[in-house]
């Protein structure tokens, strides 16, 4: 059997005109009715919404929990081997000698601004505070929450959640988009990534279905950041002076969660207008070079020493934990409080609930990483968008967060960290620091933070809003028009609005656990779709078929019909 070119043609039905013109109408409308029905039902129906979406997330947690585990465990190993794998690291994401578009420094920021940046600013702090007080060792008897011998395990375990396996769920999405896009000339939509299984039948249904889980699962995963992020910034807000946005227990208040998504949401929506090579871009680069300045006050003046000491420790404790880490998977004997249903509770807390936040956000993450990585290598990308941030977590874990257990534990900060709401953490230490020292650099701190925050929650949600309307209209980067960009602008605010009045932020992290679920799968088929098209086109190699669209004899690009 003659080896054949691949397939570069997977033709959508677009709307020709009208509203939907230049979308996909299956796939909108539908996303648009699902997102609509559990904005409806949060907003109207929270006590019966939060009772339905509780008693699904303990169902899939009791039977999916080995799954999720399992399935970051295979992304990882997949990302490595094809960055080591000689026919596949030295690949071009785009034609063959096409250089990237963006700058390292643009390409950086605005991978690390929509991809992970907001969590930096809650759990930087707040994570290694939790595990240092509890972790598998100190359920175990190991260790003693709240001790010098915890540090250690608490650095392990916030590692794992924001290292290799946290940024290889969004390097397999990337790169498969990338891969199939730039080198196939195949539409820069989810079902693109999956040719190489189903061929041309994706045009139609099942592709459809594919889009649809993908835009569905967005919206949960971004919800949950921007979830997280209105919390923080109404702290931040009543931090610098403004009032009325805070209950007494230090939860957002109605007031405070409808202030803070008119503004985050406008100012998203209008970036979102302007465009990736705009708004996007600018909006990257001054969070960056905030986040140096920011993290840069941490190591001069907060705990140094301490810092660099979780740093480099806690790097070499999580890679050599990292495979039992990864594979390990703990069951309950069914007795309340024994060791065994702890150790599974905590493991349902912590890695399963990262684990699908990360896969929900890897169609958005993942798709955005492929539309400004175009020309780079598979080596380069993996480097990039895996090794890199991963590192660049460690060190705001080692020094925003050692910085707080440090005062805690030797400079008499007494509970005043410790005691705050986690998105008010950072807050409560930078102000312990400065204000003995001035009240108006302690307030000057908050302010940037809270600017920070937001250009952080702003990349977030306009990334988002033009990462659907991309797979909405088939894969056209062009057709963004405004009314859909409103919509989905309104519709992340409305998502967010309602489940945190339904059940605050646990109420988005049962429904973004459940939205995770069908796309786990798409992405475990996303690795083998990869796989067999690099080692495909080896094979076209050898044989002397051309394997890049612009190189295939009648190819335009979405243009030649051919078997994978």
């Known amino acids: 059997m003659s080896i054949q070119p691949p397939l570069t043609e997977l033709p959508i039905k677009t709307a020709n005109a009208g509203f939907y013109r230049g979308f996909s109408v299956d796939v909108t409308v539908v996303s648009k009715i699902i997102i609509s029905i559990l904005v409806v039902w949060c907003i109207f129906w929270p006590t019966q919404s939060g009772r339905v979406l509780g008693d699904l997330n303990s169902i899939i947690l009791a039977n999916f ?24 690291g030295r690949l071009n994401l785009g034609q063959p000698g096409e250089g990237p578009e963006f700058s390292n420094f643009s390409w950086f920021s605005m991978m690390f601004g929509a991809g992970i940046g907001v969590g930096m600013l809650t759990w930087a702090v707040a ?12 359920i175990q008897g190991l260790t003693n929450g709240g001790t010098a011998d915890n540090v250690r395990m608490a650095y392990k375990w916030s590692f794992l959640h924001w290292g290799l396996g946290a940024w290889a769920c969004y390097a397999v999405a990337g790169l498969a988009l990338a891969f199939f896009s730039y080198r196939r000339g195949l539409p820069l939509t989810i079902r693109s990534s999956l040719t190489p299984l189903f061929g041309a039948s994706l045009s139609g249904k099942l592709g459809h279905l594919i889009d649809i889980v993908a835009v569905v699962a967005t919206i949960l995963g971004v919800a949950q950041t921007l979830g997280f992020g209105v919390e923080q910034f109404v702290a931040g807000l009543t931090r610098i002076g403004i009032g009325g946005l805070m209950d007494a227990d230090g939860g957002a208040t109605f007031v405070g969660i409808v202030v803070a998504l008119l503004a985050i949401m406008g100012a998203s929506t209008l970036s979102a207008l302007s465009g990736v090579g705009k708004g996007i871009k600018w909006l990257s680069n001054i969070n960056m070079v905030l986040s140096i300045f920011l993290l840069g006050f941490f190591i001069l003046f907060g705990a140094t020493w301490f810092g660099a000491t979780a740093f480099f420790v806690g ?26 249903f702890l150790l599974t509770q905590w493991q349902g807390w912590w890695p399963v609930f990262y684990w699908a936040w990360w ?28 090794i890199v941030p991963s590192l660049m977590c460690f060190v705001w874990f080692a020094w925003a967060g050692g910085t707080a257990i440090d005062l805690e534990l030797n400079g008499g900060a007494e509970g005043v960290i410790f005691d705050a709401a986690n998105g008010d953490k950072i807050f409560a230490m930078t102000t312990f620091m400065l204000e003995p020292i001035a009240q108006a650099l302690a307030w000057g701190m908050a302010f940037l933070i809270v600017v920070l925050l937001m250009t952080f929650l702003v990349t977030s949600a306009d990334s988002a809003v033009l990462i659907v309307n991309t797979i909405n209209a088939a894969g056209d980067e062009g057709p963004k028009a405004r009314p859909h960009i409103l919509f989905w602008g309104a519709a992340l605010a409305l998502v967010v609005g309602g489940l945190l009045i339904s059940g605050g932020t646990s109420a988005i992290q049962t429904a973004m656990v459940i939205g995770a679920l069908p796309f786990s799968l798409v992405m475990v088929l996303m690795c083998i779709a990869l796989i067999k098209a690099i080692y495909n086109d080896s094979k076209r190699e050898a044989a002397g078929v051309p394997a890049v669209h612009s190189e295939i004899p009648g190819a335009t690009g979405n243009g030649l019909s051919a078997a994978e």
């Open 359 to 386: 896969i929900a956000f890897a169609p958005f993450v993942g798709l955005f990483l492929a539309r400004i990585s175009r020309g780079r290598t598979i080596r380069e990308f993996v480097l990039g968008a895996m």
């Open 65 to 88: 929990a080995a799954w999720y585990i399992w399935v970051v465990a295979f992304f990882i190993i997949v990302c490595l081997g094809l960055a080591l794998w000689p026919a596949a």
């Open 315 to 340: 790097i070499w404790d999580y890679l050599v934990a990292l495979p039992s880490m990864s594979l390990n998977v703990w069951s309950s004997d069914g007795v309340e409080g024994s060791e065994s």
């Open 127 to 138: 994570e290694p505070v939790a595990h240092f007080g509890s972790n598998p060792e100190t």
